[in-house]
Nanobody
Framework: QVQLVESGGGLVQPGGSLRLSCAAS????????MGWYRQVPGKERDAVAR???????NYANSVRGRFTISRDNAKNMVYLQMNNLKPDDTAVYYC?????????WGKGTLVTVSS
């Protein structure tokens, strides 16, 4: 069974920080590239960051230098540390494999950056 559960979103002021967490079932986590995605209502879901099982990371230009993706292979967890948040970062954030499993999308966690 595929299960991805995101948490850690909330309301934060511009310049603030949040740490998102994703709990993944082992059958999709182990050995796979994992990623964070985000979606603004009415727009397509975009990739934000990804990390290989060997901890190699890659980021979208819009978040590079501000966001850090990490994973705990022993706990099947993926994290996204978000610093210096901007209003344009407001979105629902999801985790999934890279490329994503269509039936694996969770409910996501809402991040709102506003003063």
């Amino acid at each position: 069974q595929v299960q991805l559960v995101e948490s850690g979103g909330g309301l934060v002021q511009p310049g603030g920080s949040l740490r998102l967490s994703c709990a993944a079932s082992g059958n999709i986590f182990t050995g796979n590239v994992m990623g964070w995605y985000r979606q603004v209502p009415g727009k397509e879901r975009d990739a934000v960051a990804r990390i290989t099982s060997g901890y190699i990371t890659n980021y979208a230009n819009s978040v590079r230098g501000r966001f850090t993706i990490s994973r705990d292979n022993a706990k099947n967890m993926v994290y996204l540390q978000m610093n210096n948040l901007k209003p344009d970062d407001t979105a629902v954030y999801y985790c999934n494999t890279v490329p994503p499993i269509d039936y694996g999308w969770g409910k996501g966690t809402l991040v709102t950056v506003s003063s």
